[in-house]
């Protein structure tokens, strides 16, 4: 099977998509599905993150988001129009944005199914990036959006249980299927703590705790902050590390001036997926998240599978991760009772190493060979119904027509 991937984000650009798809190519790959990726070009991105079947596609800037670049899209439909001679069998698209209604086009001038994966919760992204929207009216807008790009594709991919119910919430009616992205098995090799400490110049005695993500306002690491001021109250000495990067660093490190907490909040930037991200992991004491709109929340399972302890809120898609079993401590959105719980790990560090490696355990279920599997079925299965669905009415033998083109019709 050969497969066509469309998105308008990818490596160098780190986020949950760009792993994502990078997981599932590489897993894929294995499974005998080619996947063929185009994603933007970016100024001065090294050449190494690219394999033979990544297509760059000349991008602009984005006006005031300095880490994300919009594809030409006279360029796009070019690069996509000298794949038409290649033989594909489906187009997966990853984006919501030019990739989605070029990868549509295509496919459909082709005569291809496509499918979509629907990585990003953007009912709660709008109200963050224009503030002059009304919040209600903003969600009715993404919803409508929403409604329009699913109705256009074969089938659509939700990350988590959770994003399922908000799109069929959203009236989304084609078929849905819940594939969550896995964890590599590299995932799960032990970093190095002591050396991740020693390289940002952390002492190796202190309390660390440490939240791994996109640096942006939805992600809502003011809380953090907050409930780390609550936290030194007890432990004084505890530190905060941010690594990552976005739009929301600069009021970041106001209010952690404000704090007075300027020496005790590391920003760390952008860290190396193949070595400094695990050994930044492995030298933390606590991971700390409260986002409230992750679609998954990828980052809870690779601490897991460093064996770091976890105190997390439970919003949309990390709610589908934080289950019973899990060894993450769930906790309150209010900044004293969500101190105390990284508290109790921070001072019964025995109770904190069995959660890690209760954790560890738990992630182990999620492995991304597992995942690749039940994407490459779900392509198979989106690839028949089509076959099914194209098939004039007198091709079908009349028990086939019946049962198979009703089955199809009714998923729709």
């Not at 791994?212 to 609550?230: P, T």
Request: net charge positive; with cysteine; proline share 7%.
């Amino acid at each position: 099977m050969r497969v066509l991937f469309v998105s308008d984000v990818y490596f160098p650009r780190v986020n949950g998509v760009s792993t994502s798809i990078a997981t599932f190519r590489a897993d894929l790959a294995t499974a005998g599905v080619e996947t063929v990726l185009v994603a933007p070009q970016y100024a001065g991105a090294a050449a190494s993150v690219d394999d033979e079947r990544v297509i760059r596609v000349p991008s602009s800037p984005v006006p005031r988001d300095p880490e994300d670049r919009r594809m030409r899209w006279g360029e796009l439909r070019r690069t996509l129009q000298e794949l038409r001679a290649r033989d594909f069998d489906l187009v997966h698209v990853h984006t919501p944005f030019l990739a989605h209604y070029a990868g549509v086009r295509f496919a459909r001038a082709a005569r291809l199914p496509v499918v979509e994966t629907y990585h990003t919760f953007f009912e709660e992204y709008l109200h963050h990036y224009v503030p002059l929207l009304p919040r209600a009216l903003g969600r009715r807008l993404a919803r409508a959006v929403t409604r329009s790009q699913c109705s256009q594709v074969d089938a659509v991919i939700a990350p988590s249980q959770p994003m399922l119910d908000m799109l069929r919430s959203s009236g989304i009616e084609r078929p849905i299927q819940v594939i969550p992205t896995g964890m590599p098995a590299d995932r799960y090799v032990r970093g190095d703590g002591a050396r991740f400490r020693r390289e940002h110049n952390l002492p190796p005695d202190r309390p660390l705790l440490l939240y791994v993500g996109r640096v942006a306002h939805e992600k809502n690491i003011g809380f953090l902050v907050e409930s780390f001021l609550a936290v030194r109250r007890s432990r004084p000495d505890a530190l905060l590390v941010i690594a990552g990067e976005g739009p929301a660093r600069a009021s970041l490190a106001a209010q952690v001036a404000r704090f007075g907490l300027t020496r005790e909040v590391v920003f760390v930037g952008y860290l190396d997926r193949e070595r400094s991200l695990a050994d930044c992991y492995a030298a933390a004491n606590v991971f700390v998240f409260a986002s409230r709109t992750e679609t998954q929340g990828l980052v809870l399972l690779e601490a897991m599978a460093q064996a770091c302890p976890i105190v997390s809120t439970a919003h949309l898609g990390t709610a589908s991760i934080l289950q019973p079993g899990c060894g993450a401590r769930v906790a309150p959105d209010e900044p004293a009772a969500f101190a105390q719980a990284v508290l109790g790990l921070l001072d019964d560090p025995e109770r904190a190493a069995r959660c890690g490696a209760q954790g560890q355990e738990y992630a182990r279920g999620w492995a991304s060979t597992l995942m690749a599997r039940r994407m490459h079925e779900f392509y198979a299965d989106v690839c028949a119904r089509a076959k099914i669905a194209s098939r004039p009415a007198s091709a079908a033998g009349p028990r086939e027509s019946n049962n198979e083109r009703q089955a199809l019709l009714d998923s729709r």
